[in-house]
């Protein structure tokens, strides 16, 4: 299925067609990061798949066409490896690293056939970056795009609409952010959206689903962040949505059909193990299951 807004903007999305839901590495106490996997097979149940080449915790996930990718973290050291999963063999595959240098607290999309990495925190001064970086897995290659708007940011969120890719929130170093922005696939270009509601926020879990994004949870300086927001890109507009069973940041999210699910996390000083999941056309959530691989936080996740 395609999605159209602005008139020609048609382009399918891996989630469209997505029956199952990945997590990816995470955190299981301290600075412990682990290399574990599971697969939420067909809505029901969860199970193990092979481990990532490399522990991480902090790292950016999505989809490309039938694959999932990994990028970046931290595992005792800032990460700029990039890793491929396949389902069909269930194999890990290493790809080119991250151009320019490691970082963690990346966002990532899919716009087509392209993974995009926005934003982050590396290692030497300034820590905190705004670029954007094209990644094409049939050349298994990166590209250098037009960066984002300031300030520069880590812990945000992005999803991807048609040809655009939306990056909300995060935190410049000093105050968490409640900025919108839009990358323009066509024009290399950015421009800025309607700010997020009530608050300004980072390390939220995001879906898509049909051509609306919502976004769950996060912390805004310290302070855990309940709400449930819905973003619509053809109007530039926010609407508040039921809020999540729990207060949770750091935690894995992807679409299943008309459902988006939020797996793990962090909330009250303890990593989380459940998985929870908002059905907009009723309003609801619910609590849907109880991943394998125990207490997890500052995970990944993507659909396939």
């Given at each position: 299925?395609?999605?159209?807004?602005?008139?020609?903007?048609?382009?399918?999305?891996?989630?469209?067609?997505?029956?199952?839901?990945?997590?990816?590495?995470?955190?299981?106490s301290g600075s412990t990061a682990v290399k574990t996997c599971e697969k939420l097979a067909n809505t029901t149940s969860w199970i193990a798949i092979a481990d990532m080449a490399a522990a991480?915790?902090?790292?950016?996930?999505?989809?490309?066409?039938?694959?999932?990718?990994?990028?970046?973290?931290?595992?005792?050291?800032?990460l700029d490896s990039v890793e491929e999963y396949d389902p069909t063999p269930d194999s890990w595959a290493s790809k080119t690293a991250m151009p320019d240098y490691a970082r963690q607290n990346?966002?990532?999309?899919?716009?087509?056939?392209?993974?995009?990495?926005?934003?982050?925190?590396?290692?030497?001064?300034?820590?905190?970056?705004?670029?954007?970086?094209?990644?094409?897995?049939?050349?298994?290659?990166?590209?250098?795009?037009?960066?984002?708007?300031?300030?520069?940011?880590?812990?945000?969120?992005?999803?991807?609409?048609?040809?655009?890719?939306?990056?909300?929130?995060?935190?410049?170093?000093?105050?968490?952010?409640?900025?919108?922005?839009?990358?323009?696939?066509?024009?290399?270009?950015?421009?800025?959206?309607?700010?997020?509601?009530?608050?300004?926020?980072?390390?939220?879990?995001?879906?898509?689903?049909?051509?609306?994004?919502?976004?769950?949870?996060?912390?805004?300086?310290?302070?855990?962040?309940?709400?449930?927001?819905?973003?619509?890109?053809?109007?530039?507009?926010?609407?508040?949505?039921?809020?999540?069973?729990?207060?949770?940041?750091g935690a894995a999210s992807f679409t299943i059909g008309t459902d988006g699910y939020v797996a793990g996390g962090y909330a009250g000083g303890s990593g989380l193990q459940d998985c929870d999941?908002?059905?907009?056309?009723?309003?609801?959530?619910?609590?849907?299951?109880?991943?394998?691989?125990?207490?997890?936080?500052?995970?990944?996740?993507?659909?396939?």
């Amino acid at each position: 299925m395609g999605y159209v807004y602005a008139a020609l903007d048609v382009i399918a999305d891996p989630a469209d067609t997505a029956t199952s839901g990945y997590v990816y590495g995470g955190r299981v106490s301290g600075s412990t990061a682990v290399k574990t996997c599971e697969k939420l097979a067909n809505t029901t149940s969860w199970i193990a798949i092979a481990d990532m080449a490399a522990a991480r915790f902090n790292h950016a996930a999505g989809t490309i066409g039938s694959k999932g990718y990994v990028y970046g973290g931290y595992s005792g050291t800032r990460l700029d490896s990039v890793e491929e999963y396949d389902p069909t063999p269930d194999s890990w595959a290493s790809k080119t690293a991250m151009p320019d240098y490691a970082r963690q607290n990346s966002a990532a999309s899919t716009i087509g056939s392209y993974g995009y990495l926005y934003a982050g925190y590396k290692t030497a001064s300034p820590n905190y970056v705004k670029d954007c970086d094209q990644f094409d897995p049939s050349g298994d290659s990166w590209t250098n795009k037009t960066d984002m708007p300031a300030p520069t940011r880590n812990y945000a969120s992005a999803e991807t609409i048609g040809l655009s890719g939306l990056v909300f929130g995060g935190h410049d170093g000093t105050d968490s952010l409640q900025d919108t922005d839009r990358y323009s696939q066509t024009a290399n270009a950015w421009s800025s959206k309607a700010d997020m509601v009530l608050t300004a926020r980072k390390q939220m879990a995001s879906f898509r689903i049909g051509e609306a994004v919502y976004l769950s949870g996060g912390q805004d300086l310290g302070t855990e962040v309940g709400d449930c927001d819905k973003y619509t890109l053809d109007t530039d507009s926010w609407s508040q949505e039921t809020g999540p069973p729990f207060h949770r940041y750091g935690a894995a999210s992807f679409t299943i059909g008309t459902d988006g699910y939020v797996a793990g996390g962090y909330a009250g000083g303890s990593g989380l193990q459940d998985c929870d999941k908002y059905e907009p056309s009723l309003g609801k959530w619910s609590d849907h299951s109880t991943f394998i691989g125990g207490k997890r936080s500052y995970v990944a996740g993507s659909s396939i």
